[in-house]
Each structure stands twice: as structure tokens, then as C-alpha cells.
């Protein structure tokens, strides 16, 4: 579906959306060997269980790297076509350690610029429901969108998932 | 606007979108009698009164069958063209009861190729806000997602409404 | 984007979706002067940072007329092309001064009827999370979503933006 002449792609959708299997198949469709780059960070049994259900839909010829805060050196050290899943939880976890987000956001764009293989970013679009009532959750949505917009800007491809279906946005 | 030869089609959207609207066009193209079959049930006052409104906009060529939990025997009872309306009321009650989802799911499915009807389901599209607080809207979303995942898959023709007009996805 | 010959367009997104510079991008590439209607009340410095972070951008060949209720009269007022923002606010406005909502939805549409000039209408999708827990959220958004279909009826061009990305719907 994604072109080798993509080089980077944004896979954006809500909670439950197929992103990530979308995603995958996106990056499976490229020769391996693949790299998954992991944001997550298993705070508890829930975040544990997703972990696992998504390692166990990748077979050998994946190598992850975890990157819940330095995107940009896994995005050096990685093998063949990568797939980043997710932003979302990386801002999550650049918030949590107070870590400056524009420089991060540069960082990781600057990355993504150098990266000489074909990235398939996937994110949370979070800013459709009500306003939150909380000023750190709207603060959160906030940068979530600032963040989808700059990695739209610069990829070739942005897909929205709907049902496990992509739109295609750009 | 679906042809008689989508047997299936899912109409996505978020609240106030227009789904129940548009979902009863598409099935009042086709020639009556048409079957409504309603998965609400009035808790409250607010519900009654969302129910009342959407039965005042049909006219007497629908049948209504109530199917708070039993989706699979009403449509096979059905009769003519089958909307409904919704299955994310469904999936609530399902929860409520504790029924099994996987097991009501799988007798959706079933009930949906069986059916000699054309077939217009109506769902919510809830994973694009803010993670919810509490865990059980956090399972709920999670299940809808993969509810609205098998039946796109299943569909031949799904729909994303915004404002009232269709996207279309598939 | 906007051919002239589009009276009415409505940009619909999501929370930090590109709505806004989306919009401005819309009316300014119509011939100058332009006027910005403003629906926004600075309640709060979350609030007047927003707005003020809105005014930068736009240069002195925008008038800004204030319009936390009365959309009408200002629409009437307006030089050039006009750009709206935001819908939603003024609905939060409509129902905070408890303002029938009908009689405003009414009064804004003959006023867009009787605008001679193209007007870019800039409103949030609030209706794709999770259902809220309060009333008046609940309340909120039912009436967010039956003026967003009002207004998606009578415009020529609706837009859906993701990620700073437009989608046409319309």
C-alpha cells in the first residue's frame, strides 16, 4: 500500500482503530529485516497485557528496540524499514519526565530528515471528543495535535484509520 | 445511495453526527417493508426521549423489533431491509448483563451471513477523545473499537458521518 | 482552495486539528480587506493566551470584530470576505447567557443568507469520544452537533481537518 518511495508515513486513528496492525502490515509489505520501535512503558497489568499482545502479532524478523523517551537514537540504530508506535505514548512519557518538547520534537524531526529507510509513524488522534475537565489532559491534547501536525506536514503519506479502514488524508 | 447490492453496510459516526438519519435513508431507497430493529433500552428519561424522537421520524412501513441483547434472532425475524440502530447501545447491555462478548459477537456474524436482506448497522465511533479516567469506559471503548473492526471488515460498503454527510471508507 | 464561488464553507476538526490557520489560509487567498469574527470571551488565562496566540498571526489587513453572542449583527457588519471562529465557543457562549438556541441558529442562518460576501465557518467535532459523564456536557455536544449539520446542510464546502490536513467531506 505504501509505496518504497514513501519515506515516511503517519498512520493516525483513535483508541481501537487498527493502527498498529494497519501500520505493520504497511512496514511488512517492505523486504525485511523490520524494526520496531516501542514507545510504551508497562506501568501496569493493562499497559503489560497491550505490550504483549502486540509483540505476539510479530514474528523473528523483527528486531524492537524500546524507546519510551530517545526516539531519535533508535531511529539511528535501526535496521531496514522501522516502524514508531506510538507518538502518542512517547509524548506521554516526554510530559511525565518534564523533558522540553520542542527540542525533542526537533530532535526527532531532524531524525527522521537523516534516516536513510522508509518510517511508519503511528499516532493517537485525541482531539475529537469534549474538552477535557482537566487542565493537564487538555494540555496533553494540545501537544498531541501540535505534534500530528508537524509530522503531517513532513510525510509523504497520512492515513486516518476508521474501523481497521484507512482514509487516506494526504 | 447503497446500491441493493451492498448486503452489508456499516454507518460509523460520532454523536449528533447524523448516523440514525442517514442509515434510515439508505435502507427507505429500498423497497418496503423495512425492519427496524431497536438495541436501546429507556433507563432514564433522557433515553425515552432520544427513542421517542428517533421512532417519530419513521412512518408506518417500519416494523420495530426491540433487541436489547438478542441482535442475532431479530434479524433473523426480520422482514425487508434491516436497519440497526445501534450497536454500540448493544454492546453496552451486553456489558451490563456481563454476556460474553466474543460468543454475541460470533452470533452477529453468523445472523449477518444467514440474513437474505440487506443489512445497514449503525455504531459509534468513541476512540477519538482523551483516554478515559476510569477503566470500564476504557474496556468499553476498547470493545466497541473491535466490534466496529470485524463488522467493517465484514461490510461491503461503511461509512465515516461528519455533520450529518458521508465519508465514504469502504 | 476556497474557489469564490464557494458563499459558505465550514472547517470542522478536532481540538489543535489546523482549523483555524486552515481557515484564515481560505479567506486569504480571497482579495483583502478580510474580517475575523471573534467569538471567544477571555474568561481565564488559558483563554486569553489562545486568543492572543490567534491574533499574531493574522496581519493589519484583518478587522476583528468581537461576537460572543451576537453572530448576526457582526456577520451584517462585516467588510470582505469573513471568517468565523469559532462555532463552538459561541454555542458555549449561547448557552452560558441561556440565549434560545433555536431563535440564534435561525437568526445565523438568515444572516449567512443575506451575507454578500464568502464566509469560512470554523467549528469542533466534540462527538467522537467517549460518552461524557455530566448532563450539561452531554447537552453540549447534542447541540454542537445538530448546528454543525445545520450549517454542513447549507455549505457549499465542508472540510474535515486531520492533523492540519483537509479532508473534504462536502
Given amino acids: 500500500m505504501t509505496a518504497p518511495a514513501d ?10 482503530s487498527g493502527k498498529s496492525a494497519h501500520a505493520e502490515g504497511l512496514v ?3 523486504p525485511p529485516p523490520w524494526t520496531y520501535i516501542a514507545t510504551a512503558q508497562a506501568f501496569d497489568a493493562e ?3 497491550r505490550i504483549a499482545e502486540h509483540r505476539r502479532r510479530r514474528d523473528a524478523r ?3 528496540l524500546e524507546a519510551p523517551l530517545d526516539l531519535a537514537g533508535a531511529l539511528a540504530a535501526a535496521q531496514g524499514p522501522v516502524l514508531v508506535d506510538c507518538l502518542t505514548l512517547w509524548l506521554t512519557n516526554l510530559m511525565l519526565a518534564e523533558v522540553d518538547r520542542d527540542a525533542a520534537f ?3 524531526e531532524a531524525a527522521l530528515d537523516a534516516a536513510p529507510r ?3 509513524l503511528v499516532s493517537n488522534e485525541v482531539g475529537l471528543g469534549i474538552v477535557p475537565d482537566n487542565a493537564l489532559a487538555r494540555a496533553f491534547r494540545d501537544e498531541a495535535g501540535r505534534l ?3 509530522l503531517a ?3 509523504e503519506r497520512v492515513l486516518f484509520l476508521v474501523a481497521g479502514l484507512p482514509m487516506v488524508v494526504k
Fill in 7 to 16: 519515506r515516511l508515513t503517519l498512520v493516525l486513528g483513535g483508541a481501537r
Fill in 28 to 30: 511488512a509489505a517492505l
Fill in 47 to 49: 499497559m503489560r497485557e
Fill in 62 to 64: 523483527w528486531a524492537t
Fill in 106 to 108: 526537533a530532535a526527532l
Fill in 118 to 120: 522508509p518510517v511508519v
Fill in 148 to 150: 500530528n501536525q508537524r
Fill in 153 to 155: 506536514r513532513r510525510a
